[in-house]
């Protein structure tokens, strides 16, 4: 009976040696993940992606049909604003394009000063920016966003915002609690570059192990049982 048991304790111990360190993060990760709100995770409690309208529809004196003219195939208008502009957003094949709503002019593209100002209007905390960078191309965190104003600020969970360069617009808020969430989930799926594919061959040949792992677990288990029910 030992010779039977023998090959599944020998691979249950070297499953346990490969297995520990995952599983390990595993645990960790789930825990981080389970013990974070993910309306923290996403910043909600420390800035706003949208701010209301304080502009009503008269003080969008511009031509519409001057605008739209400007467009072509436009398919979508929305009314919104940045700071003390009130804008007219006019969509075509999916790419808005943004004017003046009281001049009819193409809304200018936002200087530094304004991107911090509006960056600064979106902030539910007290805080003040410490850097203000135009990137090329963002970091992951920010989806690789062309064109891209990242304002970080002072506070102990160095919020971060991402803004268009052309309308400066909010496009996503980080934060450290951001990024200690992701540091872990990038460990629990196994993704180590993206962080997205979650059906990955290397998180599906882990689980796989690992089912193994406690199948010759309970396979040992049997044998206990055996062992104390024979000394009885």
């Known amino acids: ?9 020998k691979l249950h111990k070297w499953l346990g040696y490969l ?5 390990l993060a595993w645990l960790l990760g789930g825990l981080v993940m ?13 800035a706003t992606r949208t701010l209301v309208n304080p502009f009503k529809s008269s003080d969008y004196v511009a031509s519409i049909d001057n605008i739209v003219s400007q467009v072509t195939n436009p398919t979508k208008i929305t009314f919104a604003h940045f700071l003390s502009t009130p804008l007219i957003t006019v969509t075509s094949d999916g790419n808005p394009q943004s004017f003046n709503g009281i001049t009819g002019q193409p809304f200018k593209a ?8 509006n960056a600064h ?3 539910l905390i007290d805080a003040q920016p410490v850097s203000t960078t135009l990137l090329g191309l963002g970091p992951r965190e920010s989806g690789y966003k062309k064109d891209v104003w990242k304002v970080q600020f002072n506070d102990t969970f160095s919020t971060t915002l991402y803004l268009s360069s052309d309308t400066g617009k909010v496009i996503t808020v980080r934060s450290t609690l ?12 196994m993704d180590y570059d993206e962080r997205e594919n979650f059906n990955n061959p290397l998180l599906i040949s882990f689980a796989a192990t690992s089912v193994l792992f406690c199948l010759t677990g309970f396979l040992l288990l049997l044998q206990n049982i055996r062992i104390k029910r024979r000394f009885k």
Do not use: Y
């Not at 297995?19 to 599983?23: D, E, N, P, S, T």
């Not at 951001?178 to 799926?189: K, P, S, Y």
């Open 121 to 123: 209007a979106h902030l």
């Open 178 to 189: 951001w990024r200690i969430f992701d540091f872990f989930w990038m460990l629990h799926i």
């Open 1 to 9: 009976m030992k010779k039977t048991f023998k090959p599944a304790r």
């Open 110 to 117: 936002p200087n530094k000063q304004q991107i911090i100002a």
């Open 34 to 46: 389970s013990a974070i709100p993910l309306e923290k995770v996403h910043g909600k409690h420390l």
């Open 19 to 23: 297995l520990g360190i995952q599983i």
